[in-house]
């Protein structure tokens, strides 16, 4: 949606909801900007500075108009471990690239593609960076002293036991104030920021009863200058582009999940509908720009988001005016924010890990007990106990694999035969026994995707063809949806083993998608034009044509309803039952 689409019948009066969301909004976004930057592993304003460029840019270049954009809460596991292993600046390197491959996925179209991650995969890693961020934050919560940051898990654990002996209980009271402000602003002041009020309230409480005791910002990253944010140049070398590609691509992966999933929320709550393409454009724009002045990857903010439209929200001005407010604040408050206790973040990324953990999607799909869950808990503890990109792939290529093994599984091979004693003649698996089976004809039903994962279902085909009299195989395909190249090659190659031990190959009910293939690889001129009908009843009146009838004298079946003058003394083709209008459709023989 353009601009001028976006702002059509836009008053005064609408500028002053936008007004008001975009103040609130970023009252909110100021902690948490801070929060997710020292969680992140690097200085609070580097926070800051990504919730105004980016926060702006998102709006002004995306496709939602009330997506809110900035630092998040699922960034800080694969930001800490980029940090940690390649250093801050090649953090720069790898959100500049991000952008890159952001703007790529919209100009190609792929925005509505990441809609098809599986489920159990985005659950699994959300539910798993949400105890990555919480697990994070326990430090901080007891004021540990001397703690090292490390990538994994269990390393991050064992500094946690490790520095239990300089438990600071200032730090523990002082996180506790902030967690209970947290918990009570929404139930006694709805429309306050709960994280504004507990980081204020747990600050004076500090600064008042017991100052010095606890750390700070500024005593930990040092005071974080006012001002607007500076131009920070990064060095674009191709020795420092190649190590940060992948980095670089799951920032963009799990940034265009994040930001499309936030614009898909926003739209069930306003009933309006995003550009998803033009939203990771925005999102890519945003990425490049904001390494430019020091800010990490951003992405669409769901929580942030939710309260710009709970606000009144009605355009994108409103997210334009929440990072003006936050540069706003930066420039003329910022050196006060350096008084803030570390204690006092904690619980706000506590409260964030929990609230966006999917605990009960999580739950509900454990529950379930299926190759879901299995994807699910690999994911999950990947994501948790290795790492972020680690736990991305093996959880999309184990879905893969499962969703090929489940497709395969679908596909049927049934040997069929009318069923004379149903109405309309229904052709029916159980007819076919040892003692009623024509020996000349067989007919077969093939249900479900022809496609490479389905390739133990020819092998069930060929074990069911008896070709020591078989004369003629009519194989119904009209519950064949699609096909693919894998599929048609062992189609080919079961025609060509049938048509060399001299049987005739009929089909019947092709379909759209697989006629077209079978006509590019050669496999429908193979098998021959007069050989596909549009139904089965025609194509058994060929097959009928084409068996050795004096082999059906003594034959006692009559798997047909031709098969008892067959048998009789008068067996000639011309006193045969006409099925020139059969019908075969759904499995019912209509005449």
């Not at 103040?23 to 105004?52: D, H, N, Q, R, W």
């Not at 076919?432 to 279902?457: N, W």
Request: proline share 5%; net charge positive.
């Amino acid at each position: 949606m353009k601009w001028k689409e976006r702002l059509t019948h836009y008053d005064a009066a609408k500028f002053r909801k936008d007004l008001i969301s975009g103040c609130i909004v970023g009252i909110v976004a100021i902690p948490l900007g801070m929060a997710f930057a020292i969680a992140s592993g690097v200085k609070p304003e580097y926070g800051l500075y990504t919730t105004i460029i980016a926060g702006i840019l998102i709006s002004l270049c995306g496709g939602s108009k009330f997506q809110i954009g900035g630092p998040t809460g699922a960034f800080i596991p694969i930001l800490l471990a980029i940090v940690l292993q390649y250093g801050y600046e090649n953090l720069l390197i790898a959100g500049f690239l991000a952008g890159i491959f952001l703007i790529l996925m919209g100009v190609l179209r792929l925005g509505t593609l990441i809609k098809f991650i599986p489920r159990p995969v985005t659950i699994g890693f959300t539910a798993g960076i949400a105890v990555t961020i919480f697990s994070g934050q326990i430090g901080n919560f007891l004021g540990l002293t001397g703690m090292q940051r490390h990538e994994y898990f269990f390393d991050n654990m064992k500094e946690i036991v490790l520095r239990l002996p300089t438990l600071n209980i200032y730090s523990i009271l002082t996180a506790g104030i902030c967690l209970a402000a947290l918990l009570l602003t929404p139930k006694w002041l709805p429309k306050v920021p709960g994280s504004l009020v507990g980081i204020l309230v747990s600050t004076f409480v500090a600064i008042w009863l017991f100052p010095g005791k606890v750390t700070t910002i500024g005593s930990a990253y040092g005071v974080i200058p006012g001002g607007l944010p500076s131009f920070h140049p990064i060095s674009l070398t191709w020795d420092n582009i190649v190590p940060m590609l992948q980095p670089a691509l799951i920032i963009a992966l799990l940034g265009s999940i994040e930001s499309l999933l936030s614009a898909v929320v926003a739209d069930g709550m306003t009933g309006t509908r995003h550009n998803s393409n033009r939203e990771l454009i925005g999102q890519g724009i945003a990425n490049i720009a904001a390494p430019l002045f020091g800010g990490i990857p951003a992405t669409g903010a769901i929580a942030r988001t939710a309260t710009n439209i709970k606000n009144g929200a009605v355009s994108p001005l409103s997210g334009i005016i929440h990072g003006i407010v936050v540069l706003l604040v930066v420039a003329l408050f910022a050196p006060y924010a350096s008084t803030i206790p570390l204690a006092s973040m904690a619980p706000i990324l506590m409260v964030v890990a929990w609230n966006m953990s999917e605990r009960k999607a999580f739950a509900h799909m454990l529950r379930t007990r299926t190759s879901d869950t299995l994807v699910l808990l690999v994911t999950f503890l990947l994501t948790v106990f290795a790492t972020l990109t680690v736990a991305v792939e093996v959880g999309l290529i184990l879905a893969v694999i499962l969703f090929v093994k489940r497709m395969g599984d679908l596909l049927t091979v049934d040997k069929v035969l009318p069923d004379r004693s149903s109405a309309g003649e229904k052709v029916m698996a159980h007819m076919v026994t040892k003692e009623h089976d024509c020996p000349q004809i067989s007919i077969f039903t093939v249900d479900g995707p022809l496609f490479f994962g389905a390739s133990q279902a020819f092998d069930r085909f060929v074990a069911q063809i008896d070709s020591n009299l078989l004369r003629v195989v009519l194989i119904r395909m009209g519950k064949v949806p699609f096909m693919d190249t894998t599929g048609e090659a062992n189609f080919t190659s079961l025609v060509k083993q049938l048509q060399q031990a001299g049987i005739t190959v009929l089909v019947s009910g092709l379909r759209i998608q697989p006629r077209k293939l079978m006509m590019k690889t050669g496999c429908y001129e193979l098998i021959g034009e007069a050989h596909f009908f549009e139904h089965t009843g025609e194509a058994l009146s060929m097959a009928l044509d084409k068996i050795h009838q004096d082999k059906c004298r003594g034959c006692r079946h009559f798997a047909f309803r031709e098969c008892p003058a067959l048998c009789g003394a008068e067996p000639e083709r011309h006193k045969l039952p006409d099925r020139k209008g059969a019908i075969i459709r759904d499995d019912k023989v209509t005449v």
